[in-house]
């Protein structure tokens, strides 16, 4: 039987609702070529890409945020990535499809990502899902960033939306972590980087799924 229809339907942004493993590896791969290394292979830098800066320093430098360099290194970084944000970044096969459903429903969806609104809402605006989002929260929106659930409530508080009656869509443990510590349902998507937490299995979450498809049939929506 189909989930009862939610009132509001968040997701993550990178992993989830798009791929932007690309264009946060060719910021990578571009420090390396400033510094005159080769470069790493795309699919070689993808499972750190839900780790966001830091996870791609060290990916290309075996950089921690203890390494002396590693601010500087960082700021290198998003200057590139910010130059660059969405030249191959797109939406996962079968999200606009979702998405779709959902809005044929009256059913609003949302963002919530730790990425920081000076890349969040560039990136949604060149994927024509800025006029679309009922709320975008950004990992500089609140003070506490996922894994706490301070994010997640206050786009409910953005929306009207009842945090019970709210779902959240997710690849990393810290997306779940944060819709369980919320009181909203979750659903975790294996097609995503699903960082390093471990087996999504363990998760805990309410659903794991394979595709966005599956998210449809969850709610009963024709996809």
């Not at 805990?204 to 009963?220: K, R, S």
Request: proline share 7%; glycine share 8%; with cysteine.
């Amino acid at each position: 039987m189909p989930e009862a229809r939610p009132s509001l339907v968040l997701f993550d942004l990178d992993g989830t609702l798009a791929d932007t493993a690309p264009d946060l590896g060719a910021a990578a791969n571009r420090l390396r070529i400033e510094d005159g290394l080769p470069l790493i292979d795309d699919e070689a830098l993808r499972p750190y890409t839900s780790q966001g800066a830091r996870g791609l320093l060290f990916a290309a430098y075996g950089m921690t945020a203890e390494d002396p360099r590693f601010e500087r290194y960082r700021a290198r970084f998003l200057t590139h990535y910010a130059a660059a944000i969405c030249r191959h970044t797109q939406l996962f096969d079968g999200i606009a499809d979702l998405l779709a459903a959902l809005e044929a429903v009256a059913i609003p969806w949302g963002v919530v990502t730790n990425k920081h609104a000076r890349f969040t809402l560039p990136l949604l605006e060149a994927l024509q899902l800025d006029q679309r989002a009922a709320c975008i929260v950004s990992g500089d929106t609140t003070q506490r960033p996922k894994p706490a659930p301070d994010p997640l409530l206050f786009a409910c508080t953005q929306v009207g939306a009842l945090p019970a009656a709210t779902w959240y869509v997710g690849d990393d443990l810290r997306d779940i972590l944060a819709g369980k510590a919320a009181g909203m349902g979750t659903i975790a998507v294996r097609y995503g980087y699903l960082g390093d937490g471990g087996n999504p299995v363990e998760w805990g979450a309410d659903h794991l799924v394979d595709h966005p498809d599956e998210i449809a049939t969850l709610f009963g929506l024709a996809c």
